[in-house]
């Protein structure tokens, strides 16, 4: 007859198991685990009535939901102080550990199990004899070799037959079968918790829900750069209708404006007074000379008119005459 081995279990208020120990005493393991519930350490703490210091065994490096790692923190045993990678499958379950060193599988959980992870995992599957103890299973197990359960947070699951030992705390709202794992298809669900078999992509959208969100929409494209118009703007746009020019005031020409000749002009009454005289002493004196006769013309009057300048009654002159 095999041996019976007893051990309890101490929970918090979360209801995530704090510490496993055994009845007299002899061995005692603690879980620590994050504000999500994910498992992150596990270790050793001597018996009771010695000092209760934990001495770590194993840290769990997660991304997300994601197991990425393990880092073996005792000092003394197989691959002592090493970092592991952990390679998981699609649900997130852990099917192997590789060393960093050599990339040797040094723990394996074979995918060719059967479909309720009856097959133990492998502890040295390179063969370099040291044996490597993990015990993560289907996302949210924990596997006790002292009862070969998997603890599944509110219950305990036996692979062997492919269900919980106890019922569902949520009643039929977890399924009509209150005792099947997964929906009895755990190729496709998970139950971390085992209350509640979900879809592993639903599961994520659950806890994180900006991870399932549609991505924005991406801006708009940019336009091709076109040729510019007379405007300086886009040649596909008309410009704009130029504004009317200010209309300019221009000032009333003076009266009797004369031809502006560079000259000061004197004060117009008293210089064509003078002008006056001046043309009729020299017409006096044109009428006894033909040849300036001919220039001026024939009578006294016409000669004067043909003298005296524009502003003062003259004929008008070509601006070349003085």
């Known amino acids: 007859m095999g041996r019976t081995t007893y051990y309890s279990n101490t929970y918090n208020a979360r ?3 704090e510490e496993k120990s055994l009845t007299n005493g002899v061995t005692v393991q603690r879980f620590i685990y994050d504000e999500a519930g994910r498992l992150i350490q596990t270790g050793n703490v001597p018996q009771i009535g010695l000092t209760r210091t934990l001495k770590p065994e194993q840290r769990l490096l997660w991304l997300d939901d994601q ?5 073996i923190k005792a000092t003394s045993g197989a691959y002592a102080g090493e970092l592991l990678y952990a390679h998981t499958d699609h649900l997130g379950t852990p ?3 590789s060393r960093v060193s050599n990339n040797s599988t040094v723990w394996r959980w ?6 309720f992870g009856q097959r133990p995992a492998q502890s040295d599957p390179d063969g370099d004899g040291q044996v490597l103890t993990f015990n993560l299973r289907y996302p949210g197990q924990y596997f006790d070799s002292e009862s070969g359960l998997h603890y599944n947070y509110f219950r305990d699951y036996e692979a062997g037959v492919g269900r919980y030992i106890e019922s569902d705390p949520i009643g039929l709202r977890g399924g009509s079968n209150t005792y099947g794992y997964a929906h009895q298809n755990p190729l496709l669900y998970i139950d ?3 209350e509640n078999a979900l879809l592993r992509l639903l599961a994520i959208c659950l806890r994180y829900p900006a991870a399932c969100l549609p991505p924005p929409p991406p801006p708009p494209p940019r336009p091709p750069q076109s040729p510019t118009n007379e405007c300086g703007g886009d040649w596909t746009v ?3 209708p130029m504004p009317m020019p200010v209309p300019v005031p221009v000032p009333a020409p003076m009266p009797f404006a004369p031809t502006d000749t560079g000259e000061v002009c004197p004060d117009d009454e008293e210089f064509c007074r003078e002008q006056r005289r001046a043309c009729a002493e020299m017409c006096a004196d044109v009428q006894t000379d033909p040849d300036r006769n001919h220039v001026y013309g024939g009578s006294i009057s016409q000669c004067i008119q043909n003298c005296l300048p524009e502003k003062c009654g003259g004929e008008p002159k070509w601006k070349g005459y003085k």
Do not use: Q
């Open 110 to 115: 074979p995918l060719e199990t059967t479909t």
């Open 238 to 240: 008309p410009c704009p």
């Open 67 to 71: 197991l990425v790692g393990v880092k």
């Open 95 to 97: 099917r192997a550990l």
């Open 15 to 17: 209801g995530e198991r």
């Open 192 to 194: 971390p918790t085992g």
